[in-house]
């Protein structure tokens, strides 16, 4: 199964900063990754989808990209909604395997 | 929308049923995936299985053999069986749906394996 590994564990940040994480991946899965986040209590909600196309309804602050081996989410202007633990998905190959989260909460 | 149904409580080595009600989207429309995913109390997320628009099922290694996904096209519902439970097997798990495999997901069902 591809490996996924998103650094860091958790980040804290404040309303307004402009904030990353990463996502690397153990083979290469070319534009098969997603980007999720859960809310404390929710289930995972899809952001991002083919690293870098925003879901219907995500705030714009929202990117996703690539750089080498690495995916990464940015989200410019942090706001408190924004509150949670993100995901990365790869479902190049079967099984779909995730990262092991990013936890961005407030200072 | 996607809701998922089931025993909360269930004893090793039993056999558990959860059943997943969609709305608002035919189970067979085409390119659909419908999976279920589990996470476990420490947050990790475990693919375990999709039965595609088709009717075609895929399952995760780490359940094979264990887990049967299967739907049920005049209720449009999926199910999942998952036999021979043991504690480890304790999670919520989430019925996933959508075009894009992670498209939209349900509000998830804790299920726990105790005797």
């Known amino acids: 199964a591809i490996q996924v590994t998103q650094s860091p564990s958790s980040l804290s940040a404040s309303v307004g900063d402009r904030v990353t994480m990463t996502c690397r991946t153990s083979?290469?899965?070319?534009?098969?990754l997603f980007w999720c986040r859960q809310k404390p209590g929710k289930p995972p909600q899809l952001l991002i989808f083919?690293?870098?196309r925003l879901r219907s309804g995500v705030p714009s602050r929202f990117s996703g990209g690539r750089s080498g081996a690495d995916f990464i989410l940015t989200i410019n202007s942090v706001q408190p909604e924004d509150v949670g633990t993100y995901y990365c998905?790869?479902?190049?190959?079967?099984?779909?395997?995730f990262g092991q989260g990013t936890k961005l909460d407030l200072k | 929308q996607l809701q998922e149904s089931g025993p909360g409580l269930v004893k090793p080595a039993q056999t558990l049923s959860l059943t997943c009600s969609v709305s608002?989207?035919?189970?067979?429309?085409?390119?659909?995936?419908w999976s279920w995913v589990r996470q476990f109390a420490g947050k990790g997320l475990e693919w375990v299985g999709y039965?595609?628009?088709?009717?075609?099922?895929y399952y995760n290694p780490s359940v094979q053999g264990r887990a049967f996904v299967s739907r049920d096209t005049s209720q449009n519902q999926v199910s999942l069986e998952l036999t021979s439970l043991t504690a480890a097997d304790s999670a919520v798990y989430f019925c996933?749906?959508?075009?894009?495999?992670?498209?939209?997901w349900g509000q998830g069902m804790l299920v726990t394996v105790s005797s």
């Open positions: 996933v749906g959508g075009f894009r495999i992670v498209d939209t």
């Open positions: 039965i595609f628009y088709s009717g075609a099922t």
């Open positions: 608002g989207v035919s189970i067979t429309a085409a390119g659909h995936y």
């Open positions: 998905v790869q479902n190049l190959n079967f099984p779909v395997t």
């Open positions: 083979q290469d899965v070319r534009n098969a």
């Open positions: 083919d690293v870098s």
